[in-house]
C-alpha cells in the first residue's frame, strides 16, 4: 500500500478521540471495513490505546485474534495472542503516586494491571462509566495495597476534565521520574518513564521486522504524540489538541478514509 509516496506495511491507530469520537462508544461500522482489507492484503493493523488489552479484544470482535496490541499507553504489547513486552511501575513510587491523587478534590483513581483496572471507590457513577460505557473490566478493593499483581499505569480521572493547577502540579513532581501525558476525555496517565506508544511502536516493529518508517499512525492526544512521531507517517486527526497537530506530519478527519483510500487506488 502506497501512501504520500511511502510504501507501508503496517498501521497503527489509537482509539479514542481517533478512531471512536462525537460521543460513540464502539468504531464505526467503516472501522472493521478498513481492517478487513487490511489483513486481505497483508498489512498488520496495531491498536495502540490506553486501555486494556482485553477491552481492546473487545472493540476488535472478530478480528480479536489477527491483530497487535499496544494497550496500557505501551505497557503492555501483545503480538500473536502472546505478550512481548510488559513495563511494571516501581511499587514504592506508585504508592507515592497514589497518595498524591487521593488528596485531589473529585479526582478518582484507576490503576491497570495486565487483565482488569483496579479501583478504590464508592462512586457508582464513576464505576458505572468505566463497567458500562468503556467496558473495563473492573476490580473493586478497600486499598490500593491489597493490588495482587504487578502495576502498569496509573491513572486519575475528573469527570469535568483535567484542572489546570494539578496537572502543572504533578508535571512539576513527576515528570523526571514518570511519563505524564493527558490520555483524554478527563484522564492523566502516568506511566514509567521509559514507556509510551512509540516506544512500544518501535519494539513491536523490531519483533514484526517491519521497519518503522513503513507505519503509518493516527491519534489525537498527548499520549499518541511519540507514536506520531517514531512511525514513518504521522496523522493526527483534525479534532487532537492543537500541539498534537502540531508534532504530526499530516492532519485528517478520520482514519478510514486515509487507509481504505490508499488501499483502493
Known amino acids: 500500500m502506497i501512501l504520500n509516496d511511502k510504501t507501508i506495511l503496517a498501521v497503527a491507530s489509537d482509539f479514542d478521540g481517533t478512531i471512536i469520537k462525537g460521543g460513540m462508544t464502539e468504531p464505526p461500522e467503516r472501522f472493521y471495513e478498513?481492517?478487513?482489507?487490511?489483513?486481505?492484503?497483508?498489512?498488520?493493523?496495531?491498536?495502540?490505546?490506553?486501555?486494556?488489552?482485553?477491552?481492546?479484544?473487545?472493540?476488535?470482535?472478530?478480528?480479536?485474534?489477527?491483530?497487535?496490541?499496544?494497550?496500557?499507553?505501551?505497557?503492555?504489547?501483545?503480538?500473536?495472542?502472546?505478550?512481548?513486552?510488559?513495563?511494571?511501575?516501581?511499587?514504592?513510587?506508585?504508592?507515592?503516586?497514589?497518595?498524591?491523587?487521593?488528596?485531589?478534590?473529585?479526582?478518582?483513581?484507576?490503576?491497570?494491571?495486565?487483565?482488569?483496572?483496579?479501583?478504590?471507590?464508592?462512586?457508582?457513577?464513576?464505576?458505572?462509566?468505566?463497567?458500562?460505557?468503556?467496558?473495563?473490566?473492573?476490580?473493586?478493593?478497600?486499598?490500593?495495597?491489597?493490588?495482587?499483581?504487578?502495576?502498569?499505569?496509573?491513572?486519575?480521572y475528573w469527570e469535568t476534565g483535567i484542572p489546570a493547577e494539578p496537572e502543572k502540579w504533578f508535571h512539576d513532581k513527576y515528570d523526571s521520574r514518570l511519563k505524564v501525558v493527558n490520555g483524554g476525555n478527563g484522564w492523566l496517565d502516568f506511566n514509567d518513564i521509559h514507556s509510551g506508544k512509540g516506544e512500544a511502536l518501535q519494539g513491536l516493529a523490531d519483533y514484526m521486522n517491519i521497519p518503522i518508517d513503513n507505519i503509518v499512525a493516527f491519534g489525537d492526544n498527548e499520549n499518541d504524540v511519540t507514536m506520531l512521531k517514531n512511525a514513518g507517517i504521522g496523522y493526527a486527526v483534525a479534532s487532537a489538541l492543537p500541539h498534537v497537530r502540531q508534532q504530526a506530519d499530516y492532519v485528517c478527519e478520520n482514519v478510514e478514509d486515509i487507509i481504505l483510500d490508499a488501499i483502493n487506488i
Open 34 to 156: 478498513m481492517v478487513e482489507k487490511l489483513l486481505a492484503i497483508n498489512i498488520p493493523f496495531i491498536a495502540a490505546s490506553g486501555r486494556q488489552y482485553g477491552n481492546l479484544r473487545r472493540l476488535l470482535g472478530p478480528f480479536a485474534n489477527k491483530v497487535s496490541y499496544i494497550s496500557e499507553n505501551g505497557c503492555l504489547v501483545v503480538h500473536d495472542n502472546k505478550i512481548i513486552h510488559k513495563t511494571i511501575f516501581e511499587h514504592s513510587l506508585a504508592m507515592e503516586l497514589i497518595a498524591d491523587m487521593q488528596k485531589q478534590p473529585g479526582g478518582e483513581i484507576m490503576v491497570s494491571g495486565e487483565n482488569t483496572s483496579y479501583l478504590v471507590t464508592d462512586n457508582t457513577k464513576y464505576i458505572n462509566m468505566l463497567k458500562n460505557r468503556v467496558k473495563h473490566n473492573v476490580t473493586l478493593l478497600e486499598s490500593f495495597e491489597h493490588i495482587p499483581e504487578d502495576i502498569l499505569k496509573i491513572s486519575i
